[in-house]
């Protein structure tokens, strides 16, 4: 079947520091990858996405690489801020008829100035 | 282009009271999905519709839980005889069509059951 696992939180960093946030996905045929941040308070919106191998997708200084031989999507930043702080969801869509996106359970990451 | 539209953001219920969540997809979206949150337990898949049909509801619990999208007006996700269990956060999200299609969400619905 199809399944995403990330790393569990929280994960604390202080300003500037390098992030990684963890993700492995398991699909049937060729699925697309998301990264969705979840401010408090507010839904979840798309941060970046990547829908084949060795994609990479990047948005706000974040990164994520589809690496179809390790079945990972990890989420990158080289320099965090106070403002990232959030919870991180990886999701995966597999891009067939009739399914909805599978999400991880989320990584709550908190930016200490 | 407004967002996608969930009312009402806090919703209270007691025991075995009916709750109704309402959402309004973005413009031009035709696919709805409902997802519940539970702390600890990330979100989990409920239901899939598109107008007037309901595409994959394996998400949803056999009792209780009930989905629809008309083909005028809201989607609407309804809880009756609401237990303390079923207390979470509800979002809703819109894509157009096209399975590569990203997910907007809503704000969600924070359901409450004292």
């Known amino acids: 079947g199809n399944s995403v696992t990330q790393m569990e939180g929280p994960v604390t960093l202080s300003e500037e520091a390098f992030l990684t946030i963890n993700c492995t996905y398991t699909?049937?045929?060729?699925?697309?990858l998301f990264w969705y941040v979840q401010y408090p308070g507010e839904g979840l919106q798309l941060l970046l996405k990547a829908t084949k191998a060795d994609d990479k997708g990047s948005n706000k200084g974040f990164e994520a690489t589809y690496r179809k031989e390790t079945t990972s999507f990890h989420l990158e930043k080289g320099s965090v801020q106070v403002s990232d702080s959030a919870v991180y969801f990886c999701a995966l869509n597999p891009n067939q008829a009739g399914t909805a996106l599978i999400f991880g359970k989320g990584t709550t990451l908190s930016v200490s100035s | 282009n407004a967002g996608v539209m969930q009312n009402p953001r806090h919703l209270v219920r007691r025991r075995g009271q009916e709750a109704r969540l309402r959402c309004s997809p973005m413009k031009g979206h035709s696919h709805v999905y409902w997802y519940r949150q539970l702390p600890e337990e990330g979100l989990k898949f409920m239901v899939y519709?598109?107008?007037?049909?309901?595409?994959?509801e394996s998400g949803m619990p056999k009792e209780r839980f009930s989905a629809e999208f008309p083909k005028e007006g809201p989607s609407i996700l309804r809880i009756q005889q609401v237990v303390r269990g079923d207390s979470a956060a509800y979002f809703c999200a819109s894509s157009p069509p096209g399975t590569l299609s990203p997910l907007h969400f809503g704000n969600g619905t924070r359901l409450t059951v004292t």
């Open positions: 699909a049937t045929g060729y699925p697309s």
């Open positions: 519709l598109q107008k007037e049909n309901i595409i994959d």
